[in-house]
């Protein structure tokens, strides 16, 4: 056999797309200085997840990184499929940052692909509130308008500072004026503190929250602007 011959790159833009096409194109990849300028440098707990998400549906693949996390050499290997496998998505990032290059990856396997994606970073054990931490990160994403891994570590943070809800939304957005969507606001928010719990076993299940959706809550007492993240956490579903 040649000596494996590796495209290299640098940096973590894009990280997510390079790997998906270098594994559609089975091309071999170094990449380095991932975050190395960085407080916390190197690859994320979900890019790692997503490698070992690839390792599980490819034949062969080799994948190395070193202490720092700052380098990655990636060797893809046949993109095989296959059924009843299970991964573990970790609690950082939703579901669908691994489902949109799995649905890809599928099309272009040996065998039908059959996964079932979990989040039991916690517990490792699959329960009715594994997949409940998904809803409540896109949730939060579609009211800030981004990706609320921020505020996550925040609030599981024992030095939290309490958030105004006022902060965390949108900020090309105004604030609702119509008390309707006011309501509707501080709902969704609400449910998904629930389902972002630190702890797997005190979130809400998404049988109680689909309920929820078709319900209500008692609005806080505080006025709009004044409601807090700790305020919303705090009240009982």
């Not at 998904?192 to 929250?209: E, F, G, Y």
Request: glycine content about 6%.
């Amino acid at each position: 056999m040649g000596k494996t011959t590796y495209m290299k790159l640098k940096g973590s833009q894009n990280l997510r797309l390079r790997l998906l096409l270098t594994t559609l194109s089975a091309t071999p990849v170094l990449i380095e200085d991932i975050r190395h300028e960085d407080t916390l440098t190197g690859l994320r707990s979900y890019e790692v997840s997503l490698l070992r998400l690839f390792e599980e549906v490819c034949d062969d693949c080799v994948i190395e990184i070193n202490d720092t996390g700052t380098k990655l050499k990636y060797k893809p290997g046949i993109i095989m499929g296959g059924r009843n496998l299970v991964h573990d998505c970790g609690v950082n990032r939703s579901i669908g940052y691994f489902l949109e290059p799995l649905i890809v990856l599928g099309l272009f396997g040996k065998k039908p692909l059959s996964i079932t994606l979990k989040e039991l970073a916690y517990t490792m054990v699959v329960t009715e509130k594994c997949d409940v931490n998904s809803f409540g990160v896109v949730a939060l994403e579609t009211m800030m308008g981004k990706h609320p891994r921020e505020l996550i570590t925040s609030l599981s943070s024992p030095l939290r500072q309490d958030i105004m809800l006022r902060d965390i939304l949108d900020s090309l957005l105004s604030l609702p004026e119509d008390v309707q969507v006011a309501r509707d606001v501080v709902f969704v928010v609400f449910l998904a503190l629930k389902c972002i719990h630190s702890n797997p076993q005190s979130r809400s299940t998404m049988q109680q929250v689909s309920y929820k959706l078709f319900g209500n809550i008692p609005f806080p007492k505080s006025p709009y602007y004044a409601i807090s993240l700790c305020e919303l956490k705090n009240q009982e579903i």
